[in-house]
């Protein structure tokens, strides 16, 4: 997981809240980026943000919202407009245009 | 369309075994192509990356191998322990048309299971 950390690592959300993950690094990396993943299918991207104040939507971020107001953080609010949030969630960093991305621990959020 | 498959979906096998996990890419044009190793409710880690020029890459009891003609990747694991059950994504990456930092496509992963 190295240097980046997630909170909480389980969320519950009644139907038509908003909930906010929490995603912090201290690699000093310049991009960091959401990702959800659900069962058999392969990561997706929400969001990417390459520099403070300046993100960038990903394949799949209808319902979703972010913002980069430091460079160790990256949190995405899950609106009550994304109609299946239930999924595991990752944010990752990396330097810009590196190779790899390093992950955090993840997030699984539950609709109840 | 970009896309990244890889078989089999599951895979269980005994401790001490070797086992081989394939994946597939249609991704062009093509930068590198990554294995992670993802534990059950933990975020992936990165095990080994290729270019497009290398073949092999290995990481202790992990060696992947690359063919970029027929765009087929393999990771190998030697003598498996039990440590080892996990799920094994493949990872391409290419260049945008427009800009931008190299975008991911993943596979939907092969989960391992090794028994004691």
């Known amino acids: 997981d190295g240097g980046i950390t997630q909170s909480p690592k389980y969320l519950f959300r009644k139907e038509g809240q908003n909930v906010t993950l929490s995603c912090e690094q201290n690699?000093?990396?310049?991009?960091m980026y959401w990702y959800r993943q659900d069962p058999g299918q392969g990561l997706r991207l929400i969001y990417y943000?390459?520099?403070?104040?300046?993100?960038q939507k990903g394949d799949i971020a209808e319902g979703y919202s972010v913002s980069r107001e430091k460079k160790e953080s990256f949190p995405l609010t899950v609106t009550s407009a994304q109609k299946n949030p239930t999924a595991f969630y990752l944010c990752?960093?990396?330097?810009?245009?590196?190779?790899?991305?390093?992950f955090g621990p993840g997030t699984r959020l539950t609709v109840l | 369309k970009n896309q990244v498959e890889q078989s089999p979906q599951s895979l269980i096998i005994l401790e001490g075994k070797n086992c081989t996990l394939q994946c597939n890419y249609t991704v062009s044009p093509f930068s590198n192509l990554r294995w992670y190793k993802q534990d059950t409710g933990r975020g992936p880690v990165s095990l080994t990356i290729m270019t497009f020029s290398e073949n092999t890459k290995s990481n202790g009891r992990y060696t992947a191998t690359l063919d970029a003609d027929t765009k087929q990747s393999s990771l190998h694991i030697t003598a498996s322990q039990l440590s080892d059950s996990a799920s094994y994504i493949c990872v391409v990456s290419f260049p945008p048309l427009s800009g931008g930092y190299n975008k991911l496509i993943f596979g939907a992963g092969t989960r391992l299971a090794v028994h004691p």
């Open positions: 990752a960093s990396s330097f810009l245009s590196a190779d790899t991305q390093y």
């Open positions: 690699l000093n990396h310049d991009a």
């Open positions: 943000s390459q520099i403070v104040n300046d993100f």
